[in-house]
Each structure stands twice: as C-alpha cells, then as structure tokens.
C-alpha cells in the first residue's frame, strides 16, 4: 500500500515482507512488540552482544522483551533489504544516540520510533531519514504539554481549535518535531538548530496507523531532507 505524502510516496508494508525497497520513496514497517510469535529465544539470538547485554539491565519484563522483538525486528527487515543474515548486521550509533548501518555499508538510512506495543522502522535510500509515532492517547493533558514545547502562535491556535481538532493538531506537530529532531540525530536538545540549517529542503509526511480493534490508533510523521 502507498499513501502519497506533501513530499514523497509513502510505502506501508506487510511485516517484514520486501527484499527490495525503490528508491523513489520511503518505506515503512510496523511491528507489534507485544506479539510473541516466533517465540523469545529466536528473537535474541540475531542481537548483538551489545544489545543483549542492553536487554540485561532492563530490569522490567516487558519493557525487555519488547527491546528484544523490536531489536530482532529491524535487523529482520533490514538483513532481508540487504540480503545479509539479521546478525550480521553491524548497527552502530552516533554520538547522540541515532542508530545507522555499519556492515554492510549502504546508501540505506533507517530510523525507528516506538510508543507502548508499536514499533515503526522507516528506510530511506541516501538521504537521512527521521520517525515519530504515538498512540493517541485520550485523556492527556495536551494543552499543558503544547505549553511546555510548541510555540506561542501554535499554542493559540491549539486553544481555539475544537476538542477533536485540537487532538490532530497537536499530533501533527509533535511527531513533526520529533521526527526532524531525529532526522538531525541531535534530539531535541539541539533540534532547533540543526534543522534550521535544512529547513528549505526538510520535507515531512504525516501518515496514520489503525492497529487491532480496540487499540488506540497512531499518528506519526516522517522527516527526510530533499534532493536538490
Ligand atoms: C531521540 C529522541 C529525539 C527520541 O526519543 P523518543 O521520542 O522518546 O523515542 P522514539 O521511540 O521516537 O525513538 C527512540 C529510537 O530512536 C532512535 N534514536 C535514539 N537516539 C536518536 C537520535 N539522537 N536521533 C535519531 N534517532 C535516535 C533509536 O532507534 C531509539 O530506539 P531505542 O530506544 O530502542 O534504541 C530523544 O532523544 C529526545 O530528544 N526526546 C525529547 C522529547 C521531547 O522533549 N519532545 C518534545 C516534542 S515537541
């Protein structure tokens, strides 16, 4: 399935499915992190040593065994685009924390997003690539949260829009924000910034995500910088 983006085609694809990507678009996967098929001990094997020694310190149960399917996941779908066993994979990480390929090098940039049981994992020929995506969760305190972050204009407009819009709108914002603070790889923290520099070319798509019946459904956004 593809959804036409403001800048770019969006592919959805069925888990982990496609051994080959186009490089016209950018390509999403998303995994239950809460679906134990295929069972624990499969999952961790393909890990590296680093990551199952991460999964060690996560003292909670499920907070681990969802590190665990979520990690197995991405080095799943990313060993099928590159046609290499998922733990071969060398995934290393920058200075502030994004995760990029190592072995084998690759013009494949990815980025991943979690929010409760959902993880989504988005790739993108050449150009770096960031990824957002919550559950939209009834009963926060939006408002407040707009306050703390978004700008006073955006805040306004937050405050005068119906309950329902208010809901979207704020959505829209937050996950665009994160997603170009993870395209940047600088986090929030330094976002600003970083993305200021790439603004005339920073290009964001908005997709949606309907889960199970009776699941919350997730908004999220998608950052890549333009060609030229
Ligand atoms: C990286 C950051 C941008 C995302 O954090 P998050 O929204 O809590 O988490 P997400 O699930 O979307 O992303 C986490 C994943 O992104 C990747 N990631 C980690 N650091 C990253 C970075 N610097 N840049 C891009 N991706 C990064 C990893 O794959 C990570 O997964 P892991 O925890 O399993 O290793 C975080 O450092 C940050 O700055 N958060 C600030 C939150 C905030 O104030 N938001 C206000 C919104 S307006």
């Given at each position: 399935?593809?959804?036409?983006?403001?800048?770019?085609?969006?592919?959805?694809?069925?888990?982990?499915?496609?051994?080959?990507?186009?490089?016209?678009?950018?390509?999403?996967?998303?995994?239950?992190?809460?679906?134990?098929?295929?069972?624990?001990?499969?999952?961790?094997?393909?890990?590296?040593?680093?990551?199952?020694?991460?999964?060690?310190?996560?003292?909670?149960?499920?907070?681990?065994?969802?590190?665990?399917?979520?990690?197995?996941?991405?080095?799943?779908?990313?060993?099928?685009?590159?046609?290499?066993?998922?733990?071969?994979?060398?995934?290393?990480?920058?200075?502030?924390?994004?995760?990029?390929?190592?072995?084998?090098?690759?013009?494949?940039?990815?980025?991943?997003?979690?929010?409760?049981?959902?993880?989504?994992?988005?790739?993108?020929?050449?150009a770096e690539i960031g990824v957002d995506v919550e559950?939209?969760?009834?009963?926060?305190?939006?408002?407040?949260?707009?306050?703390?972050?978004?700008?006073?204009?955006?805040?306004?407009?937050?405050?005068?829009?119906?309950?329902?819009?208010?809901?979207?709108?704020?959505?829209?914002?937050?996950?665009?924000?994160?997603?170009?603070?993870?395209?940047?790889?600088?986090?929030?923290?330094?976002?600003?910034?970083?993305?200021?520099?790439?603004?005339?070319?920073?290009?964001?798509?908005?997709?949606?995500?309907?889960?199970?019946?009776?699941?919350p459904h997730a908004v999220g956004a998608i950052a890549?910088?333009?060609?030229?």
């Open positions: 399935m593809k959804t036409r983006g403001a800048n770019f085609d969006l592919w959805f694809h069925a888990s982990p499915g496609a051994t080959e990507v186009r490089d016209d678009g950018v390509h999403l996967w998303n995994c239950d992190l809460d679906d134990t098929a295929g069972g624990r001990a499969a999952g961790e094997s393909c890990l590296s040593a680093g990551e199952r020694e991460r999964a060690t310190r996560l003292k909670n149960e499920t907070a681990r065994r969802r590190f665990v399917r979520g990690r197995a996941f991405v080095r799943e779908v990313l060993g099928r685009l590159l046609g290499v066993a998922p733990r071969a994979l060398e995934i290393g990480v920058g200075a502030n924390g994004k995760p990029h390929l190592v072995t084998p090098t690759s013009p494949i940039r990815f980025n991943v997003s979690h929010s409760g049981d959902l993880l989504v994992l988005v790739v993108n020929y050449g559950l939209v969760a009834s009963g926060s305190d939006l408002l407040a949260m707009a306050r703390d972050h978004f700008a006073r204009p955006e805040v306004r407009q937050l405050e005068a829009a119906a309950p329902d819009a208010r809901i979207e709108f704020f959505y829209r914002l937050w996950t665009a924000r994160e997603a170009a603070a993870k395209l940047s790889g600088y986090g929030i923290a330094r976002a600003s910034a970083e993305t200021a520099a790439i603004a005339p070319r920073l290009e964001v798509c908005h997709f949606e995500l309907e889960l199970k019946s009776g699941r890549r910088v333009g060609r030229d």
